[in-house]
């Protein structure tokens, strides 16, 4: 007595249609409702909405008739400099010294 009947497919009978095919017909469908007295090209809406920030935009100002100021003998007088960061930090740039360890030296704790 066999416990298992023969294999049955759901697809028999069924009218199989590939998607990308499917999504074809449905745009030759939309093209054939489109009369054809109608322009290719239509033009947009004359209505236009302008988009405008909320805001006054401020440019840079920059003053293109700024002259240096000149001091006596007619040398260029500078201003003070920013704050720097020093390059090194003077503890750091000494080297340490070498210390040796003795192979040992965890045996002998252990001894100890």
């Given at each position: ?19 990308s ?18 322009p ?10 302008v ?15 700024k ?22 930090v ?23």
């Amino acid at each position: 007595m066999p416990c298992f009947s023969d294999l049955g497919y759901t697809s028999v009978g069924d009218k199989y249609i590939d998607p990308s095919r499917h999504t074809r017909l449905y745009e030759l469908e939309k093209k054939r409702k489109i009369p054809k007295d109608q322009p290719i090209f239509k033009p947009s809406d004359s209505y236009k909405t302008v988009v405008k920030a909320p805001f006054e935009h401020i440019g840079e100002k920059i003053d293109v008739n700024k002259k240096p100021k000149i001091g006596e003998n007619n040398k260029v007088i500078t201003e003070p400099p920013n704050i720097m960061a020093s390059a090194t930090v003077k503890g750091l740039s000494k080297p340490y010294e070498h210390l040796t360890d003795e192979y040992e030296r965890e045996r002998e704790f252990r001894v100890k």
